[in-house]
């Protein structure tokens, strides 16, 4: 006999100010087959869930239905409190009566209402639930890292400290990211190459990672713990085995189009090139669009010069297919494209430069060897304006609501820079606000005005007027006194917005991963699980879940490592026991479930069934592959002869609940 | 498709010629506009106010017109096609001002901002096409080194306005290439030219004006185009008199260049 219990929760006030609990209870009372109902403050607290218990042993109760909070948030914990009192886990039905009710409406009558509604659903379909039982799958060992910037370098080097292989697969043609344009890091201002490129060799040499630049993840199929995905190995037209490094290759290509993505743009590189010096691997790569030899035929000069004769112009793309237990995505971050700031000067002024390619210009290994200069002079500048918020914080559409998090200290360090090396050179900082929590990092913005003497001058640059002679006239109001300020600096530093990576909506597709309107992976919690994707086996590293500084993203880095050996440490994992199942009596084989199907999870069998009638016939249906088959539903949409069916969300359980909210 | 047209108060008085013009080049581009029979001043400032009732009745009363005949209002002076489409959008979508309103109307059907306002310039640009445009051109403005000037009230605030990008506009420019011209871009295009402080405090407007034909003069422009009959009023009576440059109505350029000027037309 089914013996219902109904568990209505507060929530504190989050539903109990909204919601009569009270007579949420009462209606509960009156459903035929609710054995017991009753109403707490937090009915996932200890003190909750042993009310649950209790009420289990008392009443004989062996369906549950909890009026709470969203089934993404608690719905695992009283399917655990449910099992651990004999309950089936699977009998266990949330009615979300706070986002779904208490939270969206402000009548206390109409909430109410509501809430009995969404409660009479849930005990319909607990009436028709099923015990049922998870099976067991493998983990295969091996972890993926789409990405090698400092996040997806961290990651890689603590699982494969654990024990556990793991492959980068790198879309440029070396490992390091942004972190390997910088010059300095704050807070300590030391040398971004100097801790950068170690841990670049330390992945690099671990015998348990293998790394793929220049590649891409094209598919990725399978479930948690047996991933398997296809990389494409686009090709470098050089042989990586036999080229020793030497670089002669790219200081002799004739082709000087193209400029330089390392150097942001203000160098032009050759065709066939090693994007910096300590790239890894330490192997040029042809970008066939540029080459003389792809594009017109003519030319061959990397191939004459090169002692390995290591150039091959007719090498292929290599699809590599391989098997993985856990994915990490790392793929960072990149920079707003201020093509809408034509207020700034955007585009009209070499001079007019982003923070990054402020980076290299003060970098050693930059173009200009570290001497600051204006681009379109060479000649030192005597004042440098760096402007903040540039589509950061922006409510007018053409860049960013949110707050970027780390230009503030970069703007700090970059004022320091020019001011420890030019001390002739004045520099000022517009801002909006200046936000620098973190250890050390007010003081370190302080020291950039105390004892660098920075400007910093709170409003926003306005207008900036190149002249005909590229001389720049810049106005903007000094907030604080009232003043509308002009001046004319020599060279404009512009903190553009941080941006979601271009590919992430791309990868996104391929693990199933959720995204935010601003291209940023979503966490699975925002405060209780931030390294893990809602994806089961898919976990968030570093500037690609949203921004953050260097010390930030090494931390998630660490953790997304974790929560991933964690992962690959099982032997087994438990599996969805919601899976389609096919009634092979009504099945007529016409495959449509098998066209819809993400998984690849079912296949027409020809096999002999039981007809109708009763009689034995030799005839294709659809066979589910429970192993695959992760319950999204699809295929029973599809189904036009209602033959597939999902365990747990049963046909005939969604139409009792949509009967429930009818009548 | 009907191009109802909301000519203006100005466009009646002193910038006849760019009332005739755009009339008589529409008619040659086979979009000929549609006066509306009845229309009143749109209130020639959009009203700061988020609750003034009165102040936006003008503009409403187009829409609704233009509404119940085809959808489609077009508008030549930036200050209107300006009240008109801001008045347009709170009345699709701020409350409590568009319920007010349509209460105090009393319309047979509210009105919900269903018409859609367009400058001539978009029509040009959206449904003429630059290219087609350039190919009806029978006397290229070659060799005439034009600036553009945007002024604000065509183009901010941007996200309701959504004609151009408000920093880095082209549509002028587009217009000019196509008419045979070479346009030239500066920095001061897109800036105020002191509107109606003409009125309350003309030094302030004679100086931002300086500013913007000294910007025009570094950029190495002729000659200023502009869509506004107050931008010109002021480029034009508060400038200083080194400063003074020729200033036109787009659609006067574009008579000219489709050949349909006479005499008179062109100032």
Same mark, same amino acid.
């Given at each position: 006999m089914q013996k219902i219990g109904v568990f209505v929760c507060w929530c504190g006030s989050n539903i109990a100010a909204t919601v009569d609990v009270a007579r949420v209870v009462a209606a509960a009372q009156g459903i035929p087959g609710v054995a017991f109902a009753a109403d707490y403050r937090y009915m996932c607290s200890e003190q909750g869930q042993q009310l649950i218990a209790d009420a289990v042993r008392q009443y004989g109760l062996n369906r549950i239905v909890v009026c709470s909070c969203s089934p993404r948030m608690h719905e695992k914990t009283f399917r655990t409190c449910a099992e651990r009192c004999g309950v089936n886990p699977y009998q266990v039905e949330i009615a979300n009566i706070r986002e779904q009710c208490a939270w969206i409406l402000k009548d206390r009558e109409q909430a109410t209402q509501k809430a009995v509604a969404l409660l009479k659903a849930a005990v319909a379909k607990v009436q028709l639930d099923t015990p049922l039982q998870p099976g067991e799958s493998a983990v295969v060992k091996r972890a993926l890292v789409l990405g090698g910037g400092i996040a997806g370098i961290e990651t890689a080097l603590d699982i494969a400290d654990a024990g556990y292989p793991v492959d980068i697969v790198e879309k440029e043609p070396s490992i390091g990211g942004k972190m390997a344009q910088l010059d300095k890091t704050?807070?300590?201002?030391?040398?971004?190459?100097?801790?950068?490129?170690?841990?670049?060799?330390?992945?690099?040499?671990?015998?348990?990672?293998?790394?793929?630049?220049?590649?891409?993840?094209?598919?990725?199929?399978?479930?948690?713990?047996?991933?398997?995905?296809?990389?494409?190995?686009?090709?470098?037209?050089?042989?990586?085995?036999?080229?020793?490094?030497?670089?002669?290759?790219?200081?002799?290509?004739?082709?000087?189009?193209?400029?330089?993505?390392?150097?942001?743009?203000?160098?032009?590189?050759?065709?066939?090139?090693?994007?910096?010096?300590?790239?890894?691997?330490?192997?040029?790569?042809?970008?066939?669009?540029?080459?003389?030899?792809?594009?017109?035929?003519?030319?061959?000069?990397?191939?004459?010069?090169?002692?390995?004769?290591?150039?091959?112009?007719?090498?292929?793309?290599?699809?590599?297919?391989?098997?993985?237990?856990?994915?990490?995505?790392?793929?960072?971050?990149?920079?707003?494209?201020?093509?809408?700031?034509?207020?700034?000067?955007?585009?009209?002024?070499?001079?007019?430069?982003?923070?990054?390619?402020?980076?290299?210009?003060?970098?050693?290994?930059?173009?200009?060897?570290?001497?600051?200069?204006?681009?379109?002079?060479?000649?030192?500048?005597?004042?440098?304006?760096?402007?903040?918020?540039?589509?950061?914080?922006?409510?007018?559409?053409?860049?960013?609501t949110y707050c970027s998090k780390i230009c503030c200290m970069y703007n700090a360090k970059h004022a320091?820079?020019?001011?420890?090396?030019?001390?002739?050179?004045?520099?000022?900082?517009?801002?909006?606000?200046?936000?620098?929590?973190?250890?050390?990092?007010?003081?370190?913005?302080?020291?950039?005005?105390?004892?660098?003497?920075?400007?910093?001058?709170?409003?926003?640059?306005?207008?900036?007027? *190149?002249?005909?002679? /590229?001389?720049?006239?810049?106005? @903007?109001?000094? #907030?604080? +006194?009232?003043?509308? $300020?002009?001046?004319? %600096?020599?060279?404009?530093?512009l903190a553009a917005a941080v941006t979601a990576s271009p590919d992430a909506r791309k990868v996104a597709g391929l693990v199933t991963a959720s995204i935010d309107n601003d291209g940023f992976y979503v966490e699975a919690h925002?405060?209780?699980?931030?390294?893990?994707?809602?994806?089961?086996?898919?976990?968030?590293?570093?500037?690609?879940?949203?921004?953050?500084?260097?010390?930030?993203? *090494?931390?998630?880095? /660490?953790?997304?490592?974790?929560? @991933?050996?964690? #992962?690959? +440490?099982?032997?087994? $994992?438990?599996?969805? %026991?919601?899976?389609?199942?096919?009634?092979?009596?009504?099945?007529?084989?016409?495959?449509?479930?098998?066209?819809?199907?993400?998984?690849?999870?079912?296949?027409?069998?020809?096999?002999t069934v039981v007809t109708l009638e009763g009689k034995k016939e030799q005839r294709s249906v659809a066979v589910v592959n429970e192993a695959l088959c992760q319950g999204c539903g699809a295929c029973t949409v599809a189904c036009p002869s209602g033959a597939m069916d999902l365990k747990g969300f049963s046909n005939q359980e969604i139409m009792a609940e949509v009967d429930a909210l009818c009548w | 498709m009907i191009y109802n047209y909301y000519p203006g108060c100005t466009l009646s008085t002193n910038a006849r010629a760019l009332d005739r013009t755009a009339r008589r080049c529409a008619e040659r581009l086979g979009f000929p506009l549609v006066e509306l029979p009845e229309w009143q001043c749109c209130g020639a400032v959009y009203p700061q106010a988020p609750d003034a009732v009165g102040e936006r009745l003008g503009a409403v009363r187009a829409l609704t017109a233009a509404r119940d005949n085809g959808g489609t209002l077009v508008a030549l002076c930036s200050a209107c096609y300006h009240v008109l489409k801001r008045v347009n959008d709170d009345m699709a979508a701020v409350y409590p001002i568009r319920d007010k309103i349509n209460n105090y109307l009393a319309l047979e059907?509210?009105?919900?901002?269903?018409?859609?306002?367009?400058?001539?310039?978009?029509?040009?640009?959206?449904?003429?096409?630059?290219?087609?445009?350039?190919?009806?051109?029978?006397?290229?403005?070659?060799?005439?080194?034009?600036?553009?000037?945007?002024?604000c009230m065509l183009l901010r605030p941007g996200k309701v306005m959504a004609l151009d990008d408000p920093e880095s506009p082209a549509i002028l420019e587009d217009f000019l290439r196509a008419l045979g011209a070479t346009p030239v871009v500066y920095d001061m295009r897109n800036e105020c030219c002191g509107s109606y402080l003409a009125v309350t405090n003309r030094d302030y407007c004679r100086e931002m004006v300086g500013r913007i034909l000294a910007s025009a003069r570094d950029g190495g422009a002729e000659e200023l185009l502009t869509a506004c009959p107050l931008c010109a009023y002021n480029l034009v009576h508060n400038a200083a008199a080194e400063q003074q440059v020729p200033v036109t109505y787009f659609t006067e350029l574009l008579a000219r260049a489709l050949g349909l000027a006479t005499g008179g037309d062109v100032q």
């Open positions: 704050f807070p300590t201002l030391d040398c971004s190459a100097c801790i950068l490129t170690p841990k670049m060799v330390d992945a690099a040499q671990h015998p348990n990672i293998r790394i793929f630049t220049y590649s891409e993840v094209e598919a990725v199929r399978g479930f948690v713990g047996q991933f398997e995905a296809d990389i494409r190995k686009k090709a470098r037209s050089v042989k990586a085995d036999i080229c020793s490094g030497c670089g002669i290759c790219t200081t002799k290509c004739p082709s000087r189009q193209a400029g330089s993505e390392f150097d942001a743009g203000l160098r032009k590189r050759g065709a066939i090139y090693i994007p910096f010096a300590q790239a890894i691997p330490k192997v040029p790569v042809i970008d066939r669009a540029h080459c003389l030899r792809f594009q017109t035929g003519k030319c061959g000069v990397c191939s004459l010069v090169c002692p390995n004769k290591a150039i091959d112009y007719t090498q292929q793309d290599e699809i590599v297919t391989e098997q993985y237990g856990a994915i990490v995505l790392a793929t960072g971050f990149d920079l707003l494209d201020l093509q809408h700031f034509g207020d700034l000067g955007w585009g009209r002024s070499k001079d007019i430069i982003t923070s990054l390619q402020l980076e290299r210009l003060t970098n050693a290994g930059g173009p200009t060897e570290g001497h600051l200069v204006c681009p379109s002079t060479g000649r030192q500048p005597k004042q440098v304006v760096i402007v903040s918020c540039v589509g950061s914080r922006d409510t007018s559409g053409r860049g960013k320091m820079y020019i001011r420890e090396k030019y001390p002739d050179t004045d520099v000022t900082v517009f801002y909006i606000d200046v936000r620098t929590p973190g250890k050390g990092f007010d003081e370190f913005q302080r020291r950039a005005v105390e004892e660098y003497g920075v400007h910093y001058i709170r409003g926003l640059v306005g207008k900036v007027d *190149v002249h005909r002679d /590229g001389t720049l006239h810049l106005t @903007a109001s000094d #907030l604080n +006194s009232g003043r509308q $300020l002009e001046m004319e %600096p020599d060279l404009i530093v925002p405060k209780l699980r931030p390294v893990e994707s809602p994806t089961a086996g898919v976990f968030l590293s570093g500037m690609c879940q949203g921004p953050k500084d260097i010390p930030e993203t *090494v931390s998630q880095a /660490g953790a997304a490592a974790v929560k @991933a050996i964690g #992962l690959l +440490s099982k032997d087994k $994992l438990l599996t969805n %026991p919601c899976t389609a199942w096919c009634n092979e009596t009504v099945c007529s084989g016409c495959r449509s479930c098998v066209q819809v199907c993400p998984y690849g999870a079912i296949e027409a069998v020809e096999k | 059907k509210p009105y919900h901002g269903e018409t859609k306002v367009l400058h001539f310039l978009e029509v040009l640009r959206d449904h003429v096409g630059w290219n087609r445009l350039a190919s009806l051109v029978t006397h290229p403005l070659a060799g005439r080194r034009i600036g553009a000037y945007y002024g």
